[in-house]
């Protein structure tokens, strides 16, 4: 019984831990795209993709990615909901909606957009830390304010 106690406590704790870890990402982000802090939440062979801004693989890649970012993206802020963490020792899977009001640079223009999107994050323990090994998100759908998203919505499948 107290083995079963301690395994649910751990696996509530990793749970906690790594729904803070994906706070954090959302927090940096907002922050400015501040790559120097979001680099660090990932592994080093960690990867970073959307279908729309770019695959990336290595911290390395995605600190550059993010370290430029900012000159597109010029305001973001994440609402981040509906996460549902799967924990299997070491390793675990997070699944997040997203809603981002943004700001693009678009034609030498700020363009006010709205995003709708999913993550599907995959999470591994090292050296007593949590830390993305992927990120994968996928926009539902990219509008600009005003405009409709009728038509132009994805869902992603499982």
Not at 6 to 12: D, G, H, K, S
Not at 91 to 109: E, I, K, N, S, V
Not at 115 to 131: E, T
């Amino acid at each position: 019984m107290a083995d079963d106690l301690e395994a649910r406590v751990a696996r509530l704790a990793a749970i906690e831990e790594i729904t803070r870890l994906k706070h954090l990402y959302w927090h940096y982000n907002d922050q400015g795209l501040d790559a120097a802090r979001i680099g660090p939440l990932f592994v080093d062979e960690g990867v970073w993709s959307n279908a729309e801004l770019g695959h990336h693989e290595g911290r390395a890649a995605i600190e550059d990615f993010f370290g430029g970012a900012s000159a597109t993206i010029t305001f973001c802020a994440h609402l981040g909901m509906n996460g549902i963490v799967e924990v299997d020792g070491d390793t675990a899977r997070g699944r997040w909606r997203l809603l981002l009001p943004c700001t693009f640079m678009q034609d030498g223009r700020k363009v006010s957009r709205w995003i709708l999107g999913d993550y599907d994050d995959a999470f591994v323990r090292r050296d007593g830390s949590w830390l993305f090994s992927r990120l994968d998100v996928i926009f539902n759908f990219n509008v600009a304010q005003g405009d409709s998203w009728a038509g132009m919505e994805q869902v992603r499948a499982g």
